[in-house]
């Protein structure tokens, strides 16, 4: 039998049409609880759902409560971990819940967690200002530090023995700064001595198409799947993907913090998984030709755009060994101030002002008054998050409708 791509299937992988009447697409299980046949049943799923007994050969997790599993998200987590080339999959409510639910599940008090910068504005609240209260010790690291430079900040930390997770955002949001995986993978070798030290990764910005961090050492990878995967700006889900020791555990802190996905949300990525390539395809494609047409224009100072990356440099080797393409994101400073940026943005006709990416349509905003304002402000300067920085999500229209909606606001 021939090996398929993902984007095949992603059709029909994990759903047999018997099972629900002969349906070419699994139908919306809109239930709370599921029936046993009999009582033996009901017991046997209960010890595999809370670890009670390992699995016996060729049996099936079964249904239970929509809470811990439902047929509409066991599909999309089988299918979700074909792009990634994963074990396992859990689905959640949200991005944010997907990040909480692992930092939560694998750091205690006393615990140490290091954490690229920049970092989303949610994530960044709850690494810095809540996991602290919890007696978790945070260290974050810049862009540009090297391996031997961070090994060293650990160490000066006086927490290197309880150090616990790497987590990385790469690019970042919003200024499409790169992060080393493997680099962070051997920071965590180093440091794993009683247990080993977990690299998560928050691959949003590639979605799972363009960069696949578990090939690059990461133990976990994280995606708010409202964005590329989801892909219509209809649904707000997250996901994260692993090996099925750490998944299991992941799912059975999602189980208790109640944060799993319902039925209607996983059915509406699964319809999204099916086009994921052809939308992240055409929208790189676009983001390239506005990258192009722009770049030179007098009123930008400069654009972050990763198919830009200048030969010989650090980050040019890390794009050529991580990614798979230029990806759909452009982190654009114009001359000028917020005042400008402002009217850049009030401007355009075409391209929706909305926080959000990787959707269909193109979205732009403004980070540093928007989805990045809870961040410390010597911070958001530190890491280029400017009054001036206006982040384009490019999406699929025309491209030529783009480059004249772009270059009209800036006019104005």
Request: with cysteine; proline share 4%.
């Amino acid at each position: 039998m021939r090996k398929m791509s993902p984007e095949s299937l992603m059709m029909s992988y994990g759903f047999k049409p018997s099972l629900s009447e002969g349906a070419i697409k699994p139908p919306i299980f809109q239930t709370s609880t599921f029936v046993f046949e009999k009582a033996e049943e009901g017991k046997a799923f209960f010890e595999q759902a809370y670890g009670l007994r390992e699995k016996e050969d060729g049996e099936e997790p079964g249904l239970i409560y929509s809470r811990l599993n439902n047929p509409d998200l066991e599909i999309l987590e089988n299918r979700l971990c074909l792009w990634d080339q994963a074990e396992e999959a859990a689905v959640f409510e949200s991005g944010m819940g997907a990040i909480t639910t692992v930092l939560l599940q694998f750091l205690k008090p006393g615990d140490l967690i290091v954490h690229s910068n920049p970092i989303y504005g949610g994530t960044d609240h709850f690494v810095k200002h809540m996991l602290p209260t919890f007696g978790i010790n945070v260290l974050g690291f810049d862009p540009h530090q090297t391996r031997e430079e961070i090994h060293q900040m650990i160490k000066d930390s006086g927490y290197a023995d309880r150090l616990k997770m790497i987590y990385v955002e790469t690019p970042a949001n919003p200024t499409n700064d790169l992060i080393d995986l493997e680099m962070c993978s051997a920071i965590a070798k180093e440091f794993s001595i009683d247990e080993k030290v977990l690299v998560a990764v928050d691959n949003t910005y590639m979605g799972p198409l363009w960069q696949h961090p578990l090939k690059h050492g990461a133990d976990l990878v994280l995606y708010s799947a409202t964005k590329y995967i989801g892909g219509h700006s209809d649904v707000i889900a997250g996901a994260c993907l692993g090996s099925k020791e750490l998944i299991a555990q992941v799912k059975g802190m999602r189980t208790f913090l109640g944060n799993m996905a319902g039925p209607w949300t996983g059915w509406l990525l699964l319809r999204s998984l099916e086009t994921l390539k052809v939308r992240m395809e055409q929208q790189a494609r676009n983001a390239k030709s506005v990258y192009d047409s722009i770049v030179n224009h007098p009123k930008v100072k400069t654009i972050h755009y990763l198919g830009a990356i200048e030969a010989g440099t650090r980050e040019k080797e890390i794009f050529d060994k991580q990614y798979k393409s230029a990806g759909a994101m452009l982190s654009i400073i114009l001359e000028g101030g917020e005042e400008e940026a402002f009217k850049f943005l009030n401007n355009l006709k075409l391209i929706k002002l909305a926080v959000s990416l990787g959707s269909t349509e193109s979205l732009a905003q403004h980070p540093a008054s928007m989805t990045h304002a809870g961040v410390d402000p010597h911070d958001r300067s530190k890491y280029g998050i400017t009054d001036n920085l206006v982040r384009l999500s490019v999406g699929v229209e025309d491209a030529q409708d783009l480059i004249w909606d772009i270059e009209q606001a800036l006019e104005s």
